[in-house]
Structure formats: C-alpha cells, structure tokens
C-alpha cells in the first residue's frame, strides 16, 4: 500500500535498526485459499473421525474407520488368491507344488513378491546376501538346503523366540578364556589352512588341528566338513558367513557369532511361507 500524498509505501509504524516494517497486504487469492483450507478442516471434522475424547474419539457423519478400510482390502485379496489357487499351495505339500505346472508359476510369483517385502533388506534383493546374512543362491546351507528344512528355516527362525526355533552355538572362545590369543590365532591359521588359506606359517599346524579336535570338531565335524544339524558350517569350501580374511575369522572365533533370523510363523499365511521356500530353492542354491 502507497500513500498517495507523499508515494511513499505506508508502514505498520514497526521500525528496527532504521528498517521500517511495510504495510502491504497479503494477495486475495491466498487469503481466499486461506479461508477454503479453514471451511475444508470444518468440513473434514464433522465428516470424518478426527477429534480424540477422554476414552473413545469423534466417528464422523460418513463412520469410516481406516481399519474397517484395510480389512476389506485384506478380504478382497484374499478372495482373488483363493480364485488364482492361494487356497491350493495352502494344502499341497512342497514337492507336489514344485511338481504342479499350475501351482509352480503361483508360488513362484507369490514367493517372489514375499521376498521382496520381507526378505530382501538382509538377504539383498538377489538374494545374494552379505556379511553375516547368507546367499541364498550358493549351494552352502547351515541348516540343510533340502525344500522342506528351508520351508522350516523360514517358519521357526533362528534365535527368534519361536518354541522351535534353531539355536546354533558359536562360542566366544577368546573372550570367555576358552582359548589364549595365541591359541585363537593358531586354530584360525589351521582352519583356514583346511581351504587352502593358511596365513601364518610360523604357526603350527599341528598344534591347530589338535586345538581344533579338542574345541570346534564335536560341531564342525573331524574334518570341518560341518553339520546341519546343529547349524555348523562347512570350514572346507569357499563360502564363509563372516568373511574369510584372517582377522575376521579370527574375530569370529574370538568373539563367537550368534546370527538371528525371525520366525514368519504368524506374520505370514502358511501358502506365502511355502511359496517362499519353493522360491528360496528355486534360486539355484537349494539342494
């Protein structure tokens, strides 16, 4: 706003460090959509559940509930996998799934999506892993690759508080006074020396082996060949959860490792728990 006497701008009156405040009014097409924004949130209380009381909270005219909204999304879905055949791979054991032309692609497409929402943040959307999460595309498994111990895999966990769930033991052998530094470093250089990546030849071997029979061989087995039964790796091959560098596998028998995997028992429907294994197996790596 100008005052026409002087065409000077008009000011509120406000002056600070010889900066004068101008008196110019805001656009009418903001306070317009300023007033319609206001009429709009009148309008959205009174129609929708908005306003929290003492025990329970306003309904609104139109009684929609984001919960009642989300249920008859969940029935709907459910209602169009029953008619694609959900209802089938709920019912048909695991080899019959990977057997059936018609249930295979389903599981297959079902397992797919089910990974990606729940699997791929630790596994990596290839399922390729990383440090201390398996690939699920090699051939190396702790607990069997077989297509039903995978299925159970998925459905009890690892350390997850579900009644069955597996429980592999890596002892802290260093940091419990199991072992002296020096013995942790000499069973590190014989087990990597069973693969052929012995890094300290001044270290015995010998003595390693006989570190190795007295603390690792009841799980890994006499010749680290590993045991699924109790989650132990194989120490042979090529694959290592942790690393194979020498200072990680020093860690790990320093330290000890206790991976957790949650249990999906519960959280999903047992026909995406067996579309996920047929999937997991279906990658390459299950046996």
Aim: hydrophobic share 40%; with cysteine.
């Amino acid at each position: 706003m100008t005052d026409t006497k002087t065409s000077h701008p008009e000011t509120t009156g406000h002056e600070w460090d010889g900066i004068a405040e101008y008196n110019n009014p805001l656009p009418r097409w903001w306070l317009y959509s300023l007033y319609a924004t206001i009429v709009w949130a009148f309008g959205y209380w009174i129609a929708y559940p908005a306003w929290p009381l003492v025990f329970d909270h306003t309904r609104g005219l139109l009684g929609y509930s984001s919960r009642a909204a989300v249920l008859a999304d969940v029935a709907t879905t459910r209602a169009a996998r029953a008619v694609l055949g959900q209802d089938k791979l709920a019912s048909a054991d695991l080899a019959a799934i990977e057997a059936d032309p018609t249930l295979l692609p389903l599981a297959l497409a079902t397992g797919k999506a089910a990974f990606g929402d729940n699997c791929a943040a630790c596994h990596g959307t290839a399922a390729t892993g990383r440090a201390g999460y398996p690939n699920l595309q090699d051939d190396d498994w702790l607990w069997g690759g077989g297509l039903e111990t995978i299925a159970e895999t998925i459905r009890v966990g690892i350390r997850s508080g579900h009644a069955d769930t597996r429980t592999g033991e890596m002892p802290a052998f260093g940091r419990d006074g199991i072992l002296k530094r020096d013995e942790v470093e000499t069973v590190a250089n014989y087990v990597l020396s069973l693969s052929g990546k012995a890094f300290a030849p001044a270290l015995s071997l010998e003595k390693g082996a006989a570190l190795f029979a007295q603390n690792c061989a009841a799980c890994h087995g006499e010749q680290g060949k590993g045991n699924p039964e109790m989650g132990a790796p194989n120490l042979t091959d090529a694959v290592w959860l942790y690393g194979a560098a020498p200072q990680e596998v020093v860690a790990t028998i320093q330290g000890g490792r206790k991976g957790v995997m949650p249990t999906w028992e519960g959280r999903l429907d047992p026909a995406t728990i067996k579309s996920l294994a047929v999937y997991v197996h279906g990658l390459g790596g299950g046996k």
